[in-house]
């Protein structure tokens, strides 16, 4: 049993070692999502967590933005379209309680942005140049971050 167990230790390791040393650039010059290139059937859905999963603001607030752009829409160039689709900045605007909270998120989110797309300076930058999938990813690792950093 033990072997069993330091046998999975060691691949988990190993894949940590891979996936924090490798980066390969996809075509958009940022790094390489296993969503976008594993196929599953349309009607599996990928696991999510819960909306609360985190009880620090920024990151909950991180966290409801990217449910409110699942459920309300994604748009560019507008932070509310007609249809009532949100850009990234006015999914955070309509969640957050204030704008400490804001603010804090913001300043979060951009850094997980630059940790991936450097060159990009700004939220409105990122957010006009990139698609849906690379700001949910984005939102997510923020959160995750906002988490860690107890805000």
């Not at 985190?54 to 829409?73: H, K, M, N, S, V």
């Not at 942005?113 to 409105?124: A, G, K, M, S, V």
Request: proline letters at 7%; aromatic letters at 4%; one cysteine or more.
């Amino acid at each position: 049993m033990s072997d069993l167990m330091d046998e999975r230790l060691t691949l988990a390791a190993l894949a940590v070692a891979v996936n924090t040393a490798l980066r390969v650039p996809d075509a958009d010059g940022g790094p390489v999502d296993l969503a976008d290139v594993l196929r599953v059937p349309a009607a599996v859905e990928p696991w999510r967590p819960p909306v609360d999963l985190y009880p620090t603001p920024a990151a909950a607030l991180l966290q409801r933005a990217r449910a409110r752009l699942e459920r309300d829409g994604w748009c560019q160039g507008a932070t509310v379209d007609q249809d009532g689709a949100r850009c990234l900045y006015g999914a955070l605007r309509a969640e957050a309680a204030d704008a400490a909270e804001l603010h804090d998120a913001l300043a979060v989110l951009l850094d997980a942005i630059r940790r991936h797309f450097p060159d990009e300076e700004t939220l409105p930058g990122f957010k006009d140049t990139h698609g849906p999938r690379a700001v949910f990813r984005v939102l997510d690792q923020a959160a995750d971050l906002a988490h860690a950093r107890n805000l």
